[in-house]
Nanobody, 124 residues
Framework: QVQLVESGGGLVQAGGSLRLSCAASGFKLDYYVITWFRQAPGQGREGVACISSSTEKTMHADSAGDRFTISRDKDKGTVYLQMNNLHPEDTGVYYC?????????????????WGQGTQVSVSA
């Protein structure tokens, strides 16, 4: 059974940092693209960072810039999102999603598996 569990969210002041974790079970990361999405209140899910399956090539949204870094530890079955210099507009629920494919994409509708999300709140 495929399962994704996010953790690491919380309340932080602008300029602070958080590291989110996505623990994956029931499948091998080698064959799945993993993407972090966020959803602000009243808005759709926006892709912020993605890591491809076999090559570990990464893709980051313009809004993330060089502030966010996605990485993974295959031995632990975990994907991370390091977020630095957080802005109030980064506030939202952060989800990790997985799909059996090779290349990264930010189209939420294409992802088969989703975690329950973790709340990130950034105060001004």
């Amino acid at each position: 059974q495929v399962q994704l569990v996010e953790s690491g969210g919380g309340l932080v002041q602008a300029g602070g940092s958080l590291r989110l974790s996505c623990a994956a079970s029931g499948f091998k990361l080698d064959y799945y693209v993993i993407t972090w999405f966020r959803q602000a209140p009243g808005q759709g899910r926006e892709g912020v960072a993605c890591i491809s399956s076999s090559t570990e090539k990464t893709m980051h949204a313009d809004s993330a810039g060089d502030r966010f870094t996605i990485s993974r530890d295959k031995d632990k079955g975990t994907v991370y999102l390091q977020m630095n210099n957080l802005h109030p507009e980064d506030t939202g629920v952060y989800y990790c999603a997985a799909d059996y494919r090779y290349r990264c994409m930010f189209d939420a509708w294409q992802y088969q598996f989703w975690g329950q999300g973790t709340q990130v709140s950034v105060s001004a």
